[in-house]
């Protein structure tokens, strides 16, 4: 059990605002945050295996990542009541999944695991247009090719879809 859920909370949101890998959100500390230019930028990650913070996944990962204002306000709020340099404990794995679980049942929501917050970040960019290019810079990836993967894949199906609907409608 997280002994303060708004904290919890907070990890939550981050992840699903950003699209972050759970070990970067770990690592997140006060100064990551530049909530004037409204940008968060991803330089470490929290390695549960050593036990430590290390350097991201790949060279890609090292990025900025701007926020959106809503989250812009919610970490104002937080950095004005709370002074500790770290936003996160290191949870084990588990906790986390324990308490998300938790989170959506009680919301009433479908059951995901904690990674499933970063391919919802994905799904609903690319729902509402965002360019793929983009995308793949904004979380890290090293290249389109493992955005456009089998887990993205259903959603890019749907657009397709849709999109070729559109350019039938055109001729007609």
């Not at 913070?53 to 937080?78: A, G, Q």
């Not at 998300?100 to 919802?120: N, P, T, V």
């Not at 995308?135 to 993967?149: A, W």
Request: net charge positive.
């Amino acid at each position: 059990m997280i002994e303060n859920t708004d904290r919890f909370h907070l990890l939550v949101l981050i992840a699903i605002e950003t699209g972050a890998r759970y070990g970067e959100l770990l690592a997140l500390t006060r100064p990551d945050f530049d909530l004037i230019k409204q940008e968060v930028s991803i330089t470490k990650s929290y390695s549960s295996g050593a036990k430590m913070v290390t350097k991201p996944k790949n060279k890609s990962s090292i990025r900025v990542i701007p926020i959106f204002s809503r989250l812009t306000k919610t970490m104002t709020n937080y950095f004005n009541k709370n002074d500790e340099l770290n936003l996160f404990s290191y949870w084990s794995n588990q906790t986390v999944q324990n308490n998300l679980r938790r989170m959506l049942k009680s919301a009433g929501a479908h059951q995901i695991r904690f990674h499933g917050l970063r391919h919802s970040h994905v799904s609903y960019l690319l729902h509402n247009g965002v360019d793929i290019d983009y995308i793949s810079k904004r979380v890290g990836h090293s290249n389109i090719g493992i955005t456009l993967s089998v887990v993205y894949s259903h959603m890019l199906k749907e657009k397709e879809q849709t999109q070729r609907e559109l350019a039938l409608n055109l001729s007609g």
